[in-house]
């Protein structure tokens, strides 16, 4: 596993958990870190590296890539000497892919690009001219004729279509999520156990939409709290803050910070709300119906129109506040059954199990 550092977000916690479910499955697994940055507990057996660049020369930007796919084989083949060659490279996160696709020692046909995110939404939405087609161009060339693993059908169709890429091969396969220690983590003590709130687990970033999530909760009439669970840099925290006091729902609004282990708080929550404008996968939502908690979530480009069907998509809105606000106020006086529910797509034995036959690809 290769990915640009361990901050907390959802796709470092897949590495880890995946990591962690092939190592309890008999298998040698190694991370490779390319910034010390980590905001998780690293799994009992991981072989975990991190590479550091310690190049501070002026110029240092214009050959990173090259100069950090250096680093990173030299870290490989150290690896491979000691425990052979690797069977499988999985390559996390765009930053990391650039890099990784620079690669002079990696077996091309035993790597693999992870794609977590919706790229168009990422990096096409704010460009415009020649830094537009400049993007598609660049993103194109790492990706184009590589084997491919897209955590959602969209986030590989979007690939696909807004960048002309044509993989050697591609492979959809969810995220994983042990159910057993969510579960065990869920049931440990809350300070809002007996309360009513609804809750947002998420960094603080645009694609979140936190301004969308605290317009739609001002209109919907609810007067049970509200949870956010995340962390962000000071300016877009403090735009935040700002918002909740122009809306005037401060009293209502509770800024928790980063926690390790959100699962007691969404497993006590009535509702865990998303707002996002695009969620490559949307592992809050699978971690929240683990919990037994009803979900809202936007109809974003991504996985939650894969994950919330049935009487689930009920909880589905459209883009709009007053929509989120609407299905806010529906779900939360009527919402789905979510003790029942089949899961079994998103359980750490399968996903492992479609990891392994990359191995050996058809």
């Known amino acids: 596993m290769i990915i640009d550092g361990l901050p907390g977000g959802g796709a470092e916690k897949v590495v880890l958990t995946?990591?962690?479910?092939?190592?309890?499955?008999?298998?040698?697994?190694?991370?490779?870190?390319?910034?010390?940055?980590c905001d998780y507990s690293i799994p009992e057996g991981l072989d975990y590296q991190v590479?550091?660049?310690?190049?501070?020369?002026?110029?240092?930007?214009?050959?990173?890539?090259?100069?950090?796919?250096?680093?990173?084989?030299?870290?490989?083949?150290?690896?491979?000497?000691?425990?052979?060659?690797?069977?499988?490279?999985?390559?996390?996160?765009?930053?990391?892919?650039r890099i990784v696709s620079r690669s002079r020692v990696l077996d091309a046909d035993k790597t693999w690009f992870c794609l977590h995110g919706v790229f168009s939404a990422s990096y096409l939405g704010h460009r415009k001219g020649f830094s537009r087609w400049l993007k598609k161009r660049k993103t194109r060339c790492v990706y184009q004729n590589r084997n491919l693993i897209g955590v959602s059908q969209y986030v590989m169709d979007d690939l696909k279509s807004a960048f002309l890429v044509r993989p050697k091969r591609e492979r959809v396969i969810s995220n994983p999520f042990d159910f057993d220690v969510i579960e065990q983590l869920s049931l440990q003590p809350c300070s809002m156990e007996g309360k009513e709130y609804l809750i947002h687990v998420g960094r603080f970033?645009?694609?979140?939409?936190?301004?969308?999530?605290?317009?739609?909760?001002?209109?919907?009439?609810?007067?049970?709290?509200?949870?956010?669970?995340?962390?962000?840099?000071?300016?877009?925290?403090?735009?935040?803050?700002?918002?909740?006091?122009?809306?005037?729902?401060?009293?209502?609004?509770?800024?928790?910070?980063?926690?390790?282990?959100?699962?007691?708080?969404?497993?006590?929550?009535?509702?865990?709300?998303?707002?996002?404008?695009?969620?490559?996968?949307?592992?809050?939502?699978?971690?929240a119906l683990i919990c037994h908690s009803p979900v809202v979530s936007t109809?974003?480009?991504?996985?939650?129109?894969?994950?919330?069907?049935?009487?689930?998509?009920?909880?589905?809105?459209?883009?709009?506040?007053?929509?989120?606000?609407?299905?806010?106020?529906?779900?939360?006086?009527?919402?789905?059954?979510?003790?029942?529910?089949?899961?079994?797509?998103?359980?750490?034995?399968?996903?492992c199990q479609q990891y392994l036959d990359l191995i050996n690809p058809d």
């Open 18 to 37: 995946l990591s962690k479910g092939l190592i309890e499955r008999g298998h040698r697994v190694s991370l490779f870190s390319l910034r010390t940055v």
């Open 51 to 97: 590479i550091k660049d310690r190049c501070k020369k002026p110029w240092r930007k214009l050959t990173e890539l090259n100069r950090r796919a250096a680093g990173l084989d030299r870290a490989i083949s150290e690896a491979e000497k000691t425990g052979g060659a690797f069977d499988l490279v999985v390559s996390h996160l765009h930053k990391t892919d």
């Open 205 to 287: 970033h645009q694609t979140k939409r936190h301004d969308r999530l605290l317009r739609a909760y001002a209109q919907s009439g609810l007067s049970a709290p509200l949870l956010l669970i995340g962390q962000g840099n000071p300016e877009i925290t403090a735009k935040i803050k700002g918002l909740v006091t122009e809306l005037g729902i401060e009293d209502r609004v509770i800024f928790k910070g980063f926690m390790d282990n959100p699962y007691p708080y969404i497993r006590q929550a009535k509702i865990l709300v998303v707002s996002s404008d695009s969620e490559g996968f949307g592992n809050v939502l699978v971690e």
């Open 299 to 351: 109809r974003c480009p991504g996985g939650p129109i894969s994950i919330l069907t049935g009487d689930l998509a009920r909880g589905l809105a459209d883009m709009s506040e007053a929509s989120l606000a609407a299905t806010l106020r529906e779900v939360w006086f009527n919402p789905p059954a979510v003790n029942a529910l089949d899961l079994q797509a998103y359980t750490i034995e399968t996903v």
